[in-house]
């Protein structure tokens, strides 16, 4: 060994390096003779290991292990009952008011629609130039208040009724039966759905979505 007064730093290092190495191949060395040790300690002769063969009861048969169907029996999974639908009696179209009060609405176009590859489906026209914007002759119409529905025929439904949502059966009793109809939300299931439509059949009022086999 070198005196470390007279080394160099990285000389020094090399040694250390080395003297590692030493010591691990030495650890290795004996970590091996322990687990070969404890090996051959673990290992049992072959005359000890036909003994305990011969004392180990015999393998039951798997007929015997498996349980027969009989004794386990799964529980059955309950079978929901199907609640009928009830019928809707009323469901008819009321005098509607002439379709010529209603005003002929033209196709509200997004300018130049056909010149570039867009939609018509229509967008407000911004710009300091835009024709149609300005309301020229030929650019397309734009919608206004002037193209609004008379009074009688706003909010009614198709059937010619004024539609009201209803969630329970009380809410009925507010409908008006000749001029108003009743639209039962999407929330309601079958059940409660039932008791609203038995109701709106002895009250007369008419149910404007019905489901189906409800008609």
Do not use: C
């Not at 002439?98 to 509200?108: D, G, V």
């Not at 026209?125 to 529905?149: F, L, M, T, V, W």
């Not at 209803?166 to 929330?187: F, M």
């Amino acid at each position: 060994m070198k005196d470390f007064t007279d080394v160099t730093p990285t000389e020094k290092k090399r040694e250390q390096k080395i003297q590692k190495d030493k010591k691990l191949e030495h650890e290795t060395k004996e970590r091996k003779k322990k687990k070969e040790l404890e090996e051959s300690q673990t290992e049992k002769p072959p005359e000890d290991s036909a003994k305990e063969i011969a004392a180990e009861p015999a393998a039951e048969s798997p007929s015997a292990k498996a349980p027969s169907k009989e004794a386990v029996k799964k529980p059955k999974a309950k079978k929901r009952k199907a609640i009928p639908v009830e019928k809707i009696q009323f469901h008819e179209k009321k005098g509607v008011p002439a379709k010529t009060l209603r005003k002929k609405k033209p196709h509200f176009r997004r300018q130049e629609h056909s010149k570039i590859r867009l939609k018509p489906v229509w967008r407000k026209a911004i710009g300091i130039d835009s024709k149609q914007h300005e309301g020229k002759r030929g650019k397309g119409k734009i919608p206004g208040i002037g193209y609004k529905n008379p009074g009688s025929l706003q909010y009614t439904h198709p059937l010619g009724y004024k539609s009201v949502l209803i969630h329970n059966v009380k809410e009925l009793e507010k409908i008006k039966a000749q001029t108003e109809g009743a639209i039962i939300a999407a929330a309601v299931g079958r059940r409660k759905r039932n008791m609203i439509i038995a109701e709106a059949n002895k009250l007369k009022i008419t149910i404007l979505n019905p489901r189906k086999g409800e008609v």
